[in-house]
């Protein structure tokens, strides 16, 4: 291992360019460690680095190039499908040179259709963060399907959570989907302002839902516990006044101030009882946006046009799957929707019956039932053309700058103020109130029990058998039951001592291998069998039925066995008629 001077970055780029294609983030340790193995020469990290540059910009071009691509892009796509909805913001502030990228929106056809046809009137918005050197963030509306699963409908790239930012989205969402003045819709969203300000402005008459997940958090920050908890979520999910009246009051008498901390979060926002039945969704909480973010974050990794192709890529793929499965379905309504109906029915079973008209699946709603899912599902996203064949058009333009933050950069992230420090991640127990194993009480553990020394503690639960489950549904026998022999026998004293483990043997055909060896277990012409290593068989007195050898056969004594005949169902017989057994050693 020596330094090699001549050794040249765009060399190593070249050879390494099929793994940089694989994996785009690949580490400059590894990039270290692949170049001593290969070449023999050892090269710093700054000279991984370099090499790592290098290949990014044979592959995909700089980043003044891959902006130009923009406008032939968006060209393309209004080709293969030309009611998309594709608008472009660019900055023209600074004089003699081309504009900059600054926004851009994307709603395509299929999702445009699929979500005025087929589903419910409820939009959740969210943004996250794009994880490129260029920053940016990416604005989403997502709805829901009636199977309760989340339906894409549109998105833009930004370049942060402002006011103007979400006020222009939501603009071209209202012009896109027609919602008018949003009479009839809903928006769920977490608590930034500017999202409050935007659909104020631009959807008067929307009913703004906010998530209860959300206000949760900022809540239980002054009132800890289970019981709080529990009660936090009884008073959001009561769906009538007198629910959440009730809950409200028991919050009340637990603690004061509790309640009234929860009534200044607004509960017409997040509580359940103050929904507008019209968009026939119970939701509190901002779960699909949350699921789309979670959805593309390895697209969020790419730069712009290769982000927007992923997630393009991955709903066209999306929405067939989704409407292929739902075809094969036999059901009225919607998988999920289906099983709630029959877990209401389980519980309905010890009701008193009344006589009605049909099924039970005839009085649920419209929205929930297969038709209309596939309705949804109906259109489709095009595909779009290659980059050779993209139309040629003319628009020049700078990526966003770079932006640096006054000070030096975070390494690390912010962390929740009760969060361990020993287990990134994981939240420490303060708060969380512990239950006694022996009475099942809150408030302590089975240490501090005061009837630990009259109550009688309740047995643990059987623990699961280890092993795979035999075929005829019986537990898998122990390593103990396999090896023990069921039953035993006197032996005389003029009986050979024999061993029985070949009762539990397979009841196989004989197969003969090289030099008329006897093979069981088919793996070779030693035997077959899994335990390995110096060994011999023992008896009775010893370990039960453990039997080893050297080599790869399951029951042989000392050496390869060439002496040996192996433990089994059937007899092997010499040249002159005489049957062969093993001598085997008495404990």
């Known amino acids: 291992m020596k330094k090699n001077r001549q050794l040249k970055a765009g060399w190593v780029a070249k050879q390494f360019l099929d793994v940089f294609k694989a994996r785009p983030h690949w580490p400059a340790k590894e990039i270290q460690d692949t170049i001593r193995k290969a070449f023999k020469v050892v090269v710093k990290k700054a000279f991984a680095y370099r090499v790592k540059y290098v290949a990014h910009r044979m592959l995909h071009g700089s980043m003044h190039d891959h902006y130009n691509k923009i406008g032939r892009y968006l060209e393309a796509l209004r080709i293969s499908s030309p009611g998309t909805a594709l608008y472009l913001v660019t900055d023209n502030?600074?004089?003699n040179h081309p504009p900059m990228f600054q926004r851009l929106f994307t709603c395509f056809e299929g999702l445009k259709?699929?979500?005025?046809?087929?589903?419910?009137?409820?939009?959740?918005?969210?943004?996250?963060?794009?994880?490129?050197?260029?920053?940016?963030q990416l604005?989403?509306?997502?709805?829901?399907?009636?199977?309760?699963?989340?339906?894409?409908?549109?998105?833009?790239?930004v370049e942060g959570e402002n006011n103007n930012s979400w006020g222009w989205f939501f603009t071209h969402l209202e012009r896109c989907l027609e919602l008018h003045d949003g009479d009839g819709i809903a928006i769920l969203s977490d608590e930034h302002p500017a999202i409050v300000n935007a659909v104020a402005s631009v959807l008067p008459k929307a009913e703004h839902r906010l998530c209860a997940r959300h206000i949760y958090a900022h809540w239980h920050k002054t009132y800890k516990g289970d019981e709080f908890k529990l009660l936090f979520w009884k008073i959001a999910k009561a769906h009538n006044m007198a629910d959440y009246q009730q809950a409200l009051d028991e919050l009340s008498a637990l603690k004061e101030d509790a309640a009234e901390a929860f009534?200044?979060?607004?509960?017409e926002k997040f509580c359940r009882a103050f929904f507008d039945t019209r968009m026939k969704t119970n939701a509190i909480t901002n779960n699909m946006a949350e699921t789309f973010n979670g959805y593309i974050i390895n697209a969020r990794t790419k730069h712009l046009l290769y982000m927007l192709e992923d997630i393009r890529a991955a709903l066209m793929q999306r929405m067939f799957m989704k409407r292929r499965e739902m075809n094969k379905s036999s059901s009225l309504l919607c998988p999920r929707i289906q099983a709630l109906l029959e877990e209401e029915k389980s519980k309905a079973a010890d009701c008193e019956e009344v006589a009605a008209d049909g099924e039970a699946e005839e009085y649920v709603h419209e929205c929930y039932r297969k038709e209309v899912y596939l309705k949804a599902y109906g259109g489709s996203i095009p595909p779009c053309e290659g980059e050779l064949h993209w139309p040629r058009v003319a628009c020049h333009i700078d990526p966003p700058p770079i932006k640096i933050g006054p000070g030096r950069p975070r390494k690390n992230r912010r962390k929740d103020p009760f969060e361990d420090p020993k287990k990134p991640g994981t939240l420490t127990r303060v708060g969380m109130e512990m239950t006694c194993r022996i009475c099942q009480v809150k408030g302590h553990n089975k240490r501090t029990c005061p009837k630990k020394d009259t109550a009688i503690a309740p047995e643990p639960a059987p623990k699961r058998p280890r092993g795979r489950p035999r075929n005829d549904g019986q537990p898998p026998k122990s390593k103990k039951e396999i090896t023990t022999p069921t039953s035993n026998i006197a032996s005389t004293s003029t009986s050979i001592p024999t061993s029985n483990v070949h009762h539990d043997a397979t009841a196989q055909p004989s197969q003969v291998g090289r030099n008329g060896?006897?093979?069981?277990?088919?793996?070779?012409?030693?035997?077959?069998?899994?335990?390995?290593?110096?060994?011999?068989?023992?008896?009775?007195?010893?370990?039960?039925?453990?039997?080893?050898g050297r080599g790869r056969g399951s029951i042989r004594g000392r050496g390869r066995g060439r002496n040996q005949v192996p433990i089994g169902v059937g007899v092997i017989f010499d040249g002159d008629g005489t049957a062969m057994t093993n001598e085997l050693e008495s404990h």
């Open 113 to 136: 259709k699929g979500w005025m046809e087929g589903c419910r009137k409820v939009i959740c918005v969210d943004a996250c963060f794009l994880k490129t050197f260029l920053g940016g």
């Open 517 to 548: 060896r006897m093979i069981r277990g088919g793996i070779g012409s030693r035997g077959g069998g899994c335990n390995r290593g110096r060994g011999r068989e023992s008896s009775s007195g010893g370990r039960s039925g453990s039997t080893a």
């Open 139 to 157: 604005l989403s509306a997502v709805g829901r399907d009636g199977n309760e699963q989340m339906f894409p409908i549109a998105w833009a790239v």
């Open 93 to 95: 502030s600074k004089e």
């Open 263 to 267: 009534k200044s979060h607004n509960p």
